[in-house]
């Protein structure tokens, strides 16, 4: 019995121990045939990602430079019954028929237009009459001695500033209260 057991077990270990490596070189293929797999779809992707991304940043240049280019449209848009109502006071201008009241009225008309005009645009006028000097968005002229108004008040307004959308275009051009001395 031990001649049996002793000539069938390594027989029986050695194809056990076949079968076993078989089995895992299979194993290890399939994981392998996986993981390829795997990386090529991940790959796959990665390359679908970087078109896109590419894909975008044209798209994105495109947009920046039809922004730079037509950004202006809707203001010069905007502007264009300013123009035609300049051109019919000048028409009217050489009339010698027109009273100089009408002209002003016009030319009234045609200031409100563009005040409108630039009021949609976001453009908004500063004119501090009275309020605090604030340096940030007024500029001095002169400041002059005033018994009826508070020190460091703005009294005048010799040229009205303007912001873009709460952003800064030019200062309001004033003249600044000083006590009396």
Do not use: C, W
Not at 74 to 81: C, G, R, S, V
């Amino acid at each position: 019995m031990s001649t049996d057991q002793a000539g069938a077990s390594p027989s029986g270990e050695r194809g056990s121990d076949d079968s076993i490596a078989a089995d895992e070189s299979m194993r290890l293929e399939q994981a392998l045939a996986q993981a390829e797999q795997r990386a090529k779809e991940s790959q796959e992707q990665m390359l679908r990602a970087l078109a896109e991304l590419d894909n975008v940043r044209k798209r994105a240049q495109r947009d920046i430079e039809a922004a730079n280019r037509y950004g202006l449209e809707k203001f010069a848009a905007e502007l264009l019954p300013v123009q035609d109502s300049l051109e019919l006071a000048i028409q009217s201008a050489t009339r010698t028929d027109v009273d100089p009241a009408t002209l002003r009225q016009g030319q009234e008309a045609t200031l409100q237009l563009l005040a409108k005009a630039l009021e949609r645009l976001g453009v908004r006028a500063i004119r501090p009459l009275g309020e605090p000097f604030d340096p940030a968005r007024h500029e001095a002229m002169l400041a002059q001695e005033s018994a009826e108004a508070a020190p460091d008040t703005v009294l005048q307004v010799v040229q009205a500033g303007f912001e873009l959308n709460g952003r800064l275009l030019r200062p309001a051009r004033v003249i600044v209260a000083k006590a009396k001395a």
